[in-house]
């Protein structure tokens, strides 16, 4: 791979790429402080889309920003997620909110858990949000990829054309969520690649490493992110799109058959990953297309060749192939959608002369929704209690520290422990310092803004995208007293919430196996003491339990035999503290 760039500080590699797209299309404006290209206000309404992930997949997202398509991108750091701030901000105060908002997102942990979080963030504040995670590529067959599922790859941007175009008709935000969806439902890739790409900053790669390929090789069904794909070969370019081609549409291989192919109307998208010669894509798409007609007896109907989506300067190309189908709103079609004009200079329409001649300097500085003064929900607690309930479990909470963190030692990386303090005691710190409302909505709003602030990684962004979807939950169970049966109901809410964002279930050694039995139980019993008791006895199964999910399931060995799950743990033991219930008085033996 070559190591050579002309700007090798990634920070300002992403910094001044983000602001030539300010030079390149006057009708976006970029939040550098937040990393976000978005449309300069002056449009009509509109629904709102939001895309973004790691940087180095340019033109993809923030290129994509125009009229017609995005309303903005979000944009991390070269190959990582953006936060969720970034991302609460660009769906807070970077677009129009008042049509609704639509945030597509490839499928990745990082971004799934970070645009999750954001999109929580707004719809507990009462923005109308709704969020699509798209997972095209077939390089990963089901049963290596789980219950993680498709990675996101380059078809995406045809969902987000096919909804920008709909967005910009004036569509509502159900009908505009249902035909994005509808593209990703219909959609399959498939990439390949010559040879790994090199991070600018980053250390040269060892020419020895056994993780170049060699010269003669290709790597079938590479990610974007310097992935593994399903093999190496050593083949020529028809045999390599030979593959790649069954892949995505051989229908008797059942790990990857995703896609019944059943509409005459195809369109074909051939994606530059970054290195590839114009000279060679072609070559690559008479040959994609030669073999679609001859061994498929596909015709597309559309055929785009073009960089839309890169991993830096990869030496490669992915293949998607849309299944266009009836849109069911009533028109327009998918293929009206997709050849409608746009405005963004990622695209291959160009910027319009009016555009240019206006010379547009607004910008949208104006303050976020999380600004405004929360509104009463109606619901009612009293607040001397529920400080006296919550001290209880977060002190709990906090003394639990060193066994989490030396069972976090055995089966994770040992910060667990010190992560879930660090939340608890920021909290406590709260509500020690600051008189409660008796709004539960007004005070774990509160309460969630601390734990965003204090607790990261993959546990505080469960923690804060499940509290958000607690906070719109109790929003809408009406006034009245906030008793058992409301927190149960509100809390189940929050659990189906959290389950579109993680495929944790009980069973796979995560928290879930603490959270799950304490909701059932509170919503089955009413009584709290039991579903503190049956959390304790969940995060206790999993001693011996082997994980599905999280760090553990990299580090092997036999560490999960000897001690629980240190997040299920960690969490029972702030349910037994809620419940009143002090250190040996719980019936379960210290592990």
Same mark, same amino acid.
């Given at each position: 791979?070559?190591?050579?760039?002309?700007?090798?500080?990634?920070?300002?590699?992403?910094?001044?790429?983000?602001?030539?797209?300010?030079?390149?299309?006057?009708?976006?404006?970029?939040?550098?402080?937040?990393?976000?290209?978005?449309?300069?206000?002056?449009?009509?309404?509109?629904?709102?889309?939001?895309?973004?992930?790691?940087?180095?997949?340019?033109?993809?997202?923030?290129?994509?920003?125009?009229?017609?398509?995005?309303?903005?991108?979000?944009?991390?750091? +070269?190959?990582?997620?953006?936060?969720?701030?970034?991302?609460? !901000?660009?769906?807070?105060?970077?677009?129009?909110?008042?049509?609704?908002?639509?945030?597509?997102?490839?499928?990745?942990?990082?971004?799934?858990? #970070?645009?999750?979080?954001?999109?929580?963030?707004? !719809?507990?504040?009462?923005?109308?949000?709704?969020?699509?995670?798209?997972?095209?590529?077939?390089?990963?067959?089901?049963?290596?990829?789980?219950?993680?599922?498709?990675?996101?790859?380059?078809?995406?941007?045809?969902?987000?054309?096919?909804?920008?175009?709909?967005?910009?008709?004036?569509?509502?935000?159900?009908?505009?969520?249902?035909?994005?969806?509808?593209?990703?439902?219909?959609?399959?890739?498939?990439?390949?690649?010559?040879?790994?790409?090199?991070?600018?900053?980053?250390?040269?790669?060892?020419?020895?490493?056994?993780?170049?390929?060699?010269?003669?090789?290709?790597?079938?069904?590479?990610?974007?992110?310097?992935?593994?794909?399903?093999?190496?070969?050593?083949?020529?370019?028809?045999?390599?799109?030979?593959?790649?081609?069954?892949?995505?549409?051989?229908?008797?291989?059942?790990?990857?058959?995703?896609?019944?192919? #059943?509409?005459?109307?195809?369109?074909?998208?051939?994606?530059?990953?970054?290195?590839?010669?114009?000279?060679?894509?072609?070559?690559?798409?008479?040959?994609?297309?030669?073999?679609?007609?001859?061994?498929?007896?596909?015709?597309?109907?559309?055929?785009?060749?073009?960089?839309?989506?890169?991993?830096?300067?990869?030496?490669?190309?992915?293949?998607?192939?849309?299944?266009?189908? #009836?849109?069911?709103?009533?028109?327009?079609?998918?293929?009206?959608?997709?050849?409608?004009?746009?405005?963004?200079?990622?695209?291959?329409?160009?910027?319009? !002369?009016?555009?240019?001649?206006?010379?547009?300097?607004?910008?949208?500085?104006?303050?976020?929704?999380?600004?405004?003064?929360? @509104?009463?929900?109606?619901?009612?607690?009293?607040?001397?209690?529920?400080?006296?309930?919550?001290?209880?479990?977060?002190?709990?909470?906090?003394?639990?520290?060193?066994?989490?963190?030396?069972?976090?030692?055995?089966?994770?990386?040992?910060?667990?422990?010190?992560?879930?303090?660090?939340?608890?005691?920021?909290?406590?710190?709260?509500?020690?310092?600051?008189?409660?409302?008796?709004?539960?909505? +007004?005070?774990?709003?509160?309460?969630?803004?601390?734990?965003?602030?204090?607790?990261?990684?993959?546990?505080?962004?469960?923690?804060?995208?499940?509290? #958000?979807?607690?906070?719109?939950?109790?929003?809408?169970?009406?006034?009245?007293?906030?008793?058992? @049966?409301?927190?149960?109901?509100?809390?189940?809410?929050?659990?189906?919430?959290?389950?579109?964002?993680?495929?944790?279930?009980?069973?796979?050694?995560?928290?879930?196996?603490?959270?799950?039995?304490? +909701?059932?139980?509170?919503?089955?019993?009413?009584?709290?003491?039991?579903?503190?008791?049956?959390?304790?006895?969940?995060?206790?199964?999993?001693?011996?339990?082997?994980?599905?999910?999280?760090?553990?399931?990299?580090?092997?060995?036999?560490?999960?035999?000897?001690?629980?799950?240190?997040?299920?743990?960690?969490?029972?033991?702030?349910?037994?503290?809620?419940?009143?219930?002090?250190?040996?008085?719980?019936?379960?033996?210290?592990?």
């Amino acid at each position: 791979m070559s190591a050579k760039h002309f700007i090798n500080d990634p920070t300002h590699l992403v910094n001044t790429a983000l602001h030539a797209l300010t030079l390149t299309n006057p009708s976006v404006a970029l939040d550098a402080e937040n990393k976000i290209i978005y449309r300069r206000p002056g449009h009509a309404p509109q629904v709102s889309i939001i895309s973004g992930g790691g940087s180095g997949h340019e033109p993809s997202f923030g290129a994509f920003v125009g009229d017609g398509l995005l309303s903005a991108g979000v944009a991390g750091t +070269i190959f990582a997620s953006p936060s969720a701030e970034q991302i609460r !901000k660009a769906i807070m105060s970077r677009v129009d909110g008042e049509k609704g908002i639509l945030v597509t997102v490839m499928n990745y942990t990082g971004d799934v858990l #970070n645009f999750g979080m954001g999109v929580e963030k707004a !719809k507990a504040a009462g923005l109308n949000v709704k969020m699509l995670v798209v997972g095209d590529d077939v390089g990963v067959g089901r049963a290596a990829a789980g219950k993680v599922g498709r990675r996101g790859i380059a078809g995406t941007v045809l969902v987000h054309k096919i909804s920008g175009a709909l967005a910009a008709r004036g569509a509502s935000l159900e009908d505009v969520y249902k035909v994005a969806k509808l593209t990703s439902d219909n959609l399959v890739s498939v990439g390949a690649s010559l040879d790994h790409v090199h991070v600018p900053g980053r250390a040269a790669p060892d020419p020895n490493s056994d993780e170049n390929l060699a010269a003669e090789e290709v790597e079938i069904g590479m990610g974007i992110h310097n992935e593994a794909g399903s093999e190496r070969a050593k083949v020529d370019l028809p045999e390599l799109v030979k593959r790649m081609l069954a892949q995505m549409l051989d229908s008797k291989d059942k790990d990857r058959a995703f896609l019944n192919v #059943n509409s005459n109307e195809i369109v074909l998208l051939i994606n530059n990953l970054g290195s590839v010669s114009v000279l060679e894509l072609g070559g690559i798409t008479a040959e994609v297309v030669g073999q679609l007609e001859k061994s498929y007896n596909i015709k597309p109907v559309r055929i785009l060749a073009g960089t839309y989506m890169t991993s830096l300067n990869g030496l490669g190309f992915s293949i998607s192939i849309l299944n266009v189908v #009836n849109t069911d709103i009533g028109g327009p079609s998918m293929l009206q959608l997709l050849d409608a004009p746009c405005e963004a200079a990622g695209w291959t329409a160009p910027i319009r !002369k009016e555009t240019w001649e206006a010379k547009s300097t607004q910008t949208r500085e104006g303050v976020d929704a999380a600004a405004e003064e929360l @509104k009463p929900s109606g619901l009612k607690l009293d607040p001397e209690t529920t400080k006296t309930t919550l001290t209880a479990g977060l002190e709990r909470m906090i003394a639990a520290e060193p066994d989490v963190t030396r069972y976090d030692t055995v089966v994770g990386d040992g910060d667990c422990g010190i992560g879930l303090k660090r939340g608890a005691e920021a909290v406590l710190k709260l509500i020690s310092t600051n008189k409660l409302s008796g709004d539960p909505v +007004i005070d774990l709003s509160k309460v969630v803004q601390v734990v965003e602030t204090n607790m990261d990684g993959t546990s505080g962004a469960l923690y804060a995208i499940f509290l #958000n979807s607690l906070v719109h939950a109790l929003r809408q169970q009406g006034s009245g007293d906030a008793n058992e @049966k409301v927190w149960a109901a509100a809390l189940q809410s929050a659990s189906k919430s959290l389950g579109t964002y993680t495929p944790a279930q009980p069973g796979d050694r995560t928290l879930v196996d603490a959270l799950h039995p304490f +909701i059932e139980t509170l919503a089955s019993s009413g009584n709290l003491k039991k579903a503190a008791e049956a959390s304790r006895k969940g995060a206790d199964s999993t001693k011996g339990m082997k994980a599905s999910l999280g760090r553990t399931v990299y580090i092997g060995g036999s560490g999960f035999e000897q001690v629980p799950d240190p997040g299920a743990w960690g969490l029972s033991e702030f349910f037994l503290g809620l419940a009143g219930i002090k250190g040996g008085e719980e019936g379960y033996e210290m592990v």
